[in-house]
């Protein structure tokens, strides 16, 4: 019904820098809210930033300064640039859309897309 699919992880040196995409497809009447998690191997999954569909943005605090998110609105899709990458970015990135169907505009849901490795190393 819904999907998200994202691309642009993969390999970088510390310092380096990185763009993650995530489109939405589907039966989707309008989308409220885009964002990216992340978790590292044996961590719990974390909100790194989001972006609502009128611009307003929120990070975590450790990835503020670094990263930056938007969205086009018209393409439904979110980005992730990531910059001045440390270790500790390394996880897989899952980009997640807080919408309404067409088939049920009552009702807003969460859709995740597959993740992304983003490894910073060295």
């Known amino acids: 019904q819904v999907q998200l699919v994202e691309s642009g992880g993969g390999l970088v040196q510390p310092g380096g820098s990185l763009r993650l995409s995530c489109a939405a497809s589907?039966?989707?009447?309008?989308?409220?809210?885009m964002g990216w998690y992340r978790q590292a191997p044996g961590k719990q999954r974390d909100l790194v930033a989001r972006?609502?569909?009128?611009?307003?943005?929120n990070y975590v605090d450790s990835v503020k300064g670094r990263f930056t998110i938007s969205m086009d609105n018209a393409k439904n899709t979110v980005y992730l640039q990531m910059s001045s990458l440390k270790p500790e970015d390394t996880a897989v990135y899952y980009c997640?859309?807080?919408?309404?169907?067409?088939?049920?505009?009552?009702?807003?849901?969460?859709?995740w897309g597959q993740g992304t490795q983003v490894t910073v190393s060295s």
């Open positions: 972006i609502t569909s009128g611009g307003n943005t």
């Open positions: 589907g039966s989707i009447a309008s989308i409220d809210v």
């Open positions: 997640y859309a807080d919408l309404k169907l067409r088939a049920n505009y009552a009702g807003t849901y969460r859709y």
